[in-house]
T-cell receptor, first 116, second 112 residues
Framework: NAGVTQTPKFQVLKTGQSMTLQCAQD?????MYWYRQDPGMGLRLIYY???????DKGEVPNGYNVSRLNKREFSLRLESAAPSQTSVYFC???????????????FGDGTRLSIL | GDSVTQMEGPVTLSEEAFLTINCTYT??????LFWYVQYPGEGLQLLLK?????DKGSNKGFEATYRKETTSFHLEKGSVQVSDSAVYFCALSGPGYSTLTFGKGTMLLVSP
């Protein structure tokens, strides 16, 4: 039972470098999400994909891009990393039940990203 | 917009003490409410949920009741253990929405 798998687990970048964070889920979920977690801020939604082929901005999308590669995979790209993007990034996925009520989100273990 | 407010931590308790972590929310319509737990170095795990008013979610000895009249979803446990030490997040999902709005989290520290 892999669930939601994120790679890499840790990464250090220099300011201005680019990087793609990978996320894959094996639960056949329709929706996928990217969050960042910062001390005292809780989790904030960066982007989400309600279904394959769609993506939407969340609360803090600036400086990020996403790609819903297929139903399983949802990647997050930092084109030009900045120290303010130092954070822990979490990917999550969810589905809806027959009444179209949202089911709970399942989270990966996170990517710890430091930008110097 | 939607928002969730949790009591600030850390909450420090001795083993077998009673736990309450307060959570109140602001939302339009009738949201679903969740408690998630995050152990050190791990992602978030669903602890319990409630989808309509007066529902009680429960799991692993934790309980929370969806109170529409007070817009609250307080987390309680009768007797905490050292292994309950973690960060607890209250969250809501609006009707028909797929996204979650999280509170800032409350750290719980339980000592033997």
């Amino acid at each position: 039972n892999a669930g939601v798998t994120q790679t890499p687990k840790f990464q250090v970048l220099k300011t201005g470098q680019s990087m793609t964070l990978q996320c894959a889920q094996d639960m056949n979920h329709n929706s996928m999400y990217w969050y960042r977690q910062d001390p005292g801020m809780g989790l904030r939604l960066i982007y989400y994909s309600a279904s394959e082929g769609t993506t939407d901005k969340g609360e803090v999308p600036n400086g990020y891009n996403v790609s819903r590669l297929n139903k399983r995979e949802f990647s997050l790209r930092l084109e030009s990393a900045a120290p303010s993007q130092t954070s822990v990034y979490f990917c999550a996925s969810s589905t809806r039940d027959r009444s179209y009520s949202n089911q709970p989100q399942h989270f990966g273990d996170g990517t710890r990203l430091s930008i110097l | 917009g939607d928002s969730v407010t949790q009591m600030e931590g850390p909450v420090t308790l001795s083993e077998e003490a009673f736990l309450t972590i307060n959570c109140t929310y602001t939302a339009t319509g009738y949201p679903s409410l969740f408690w998630y737990v995050q152990y050190p170095g791990e992602g978030l795990q669903l602890l319990l949920k409630a989808t309509k008013a007066d529902d009680k979610g429960s799991n692993k000895g934790f309980e929370a009741t969806y109170r529409k009249e007070t817009t609250s979803f307080h987390l309680e446990k009768g007797s905490v253990q050292v292994s309950d030490s973690a960060v607890y997040f209250c969250a809501l999902s609006g009707p028909g929405y797929s996204t979650l709005t999280f509170g800032k989290g409350t750290m719980l520290l339980v000592s033997p």
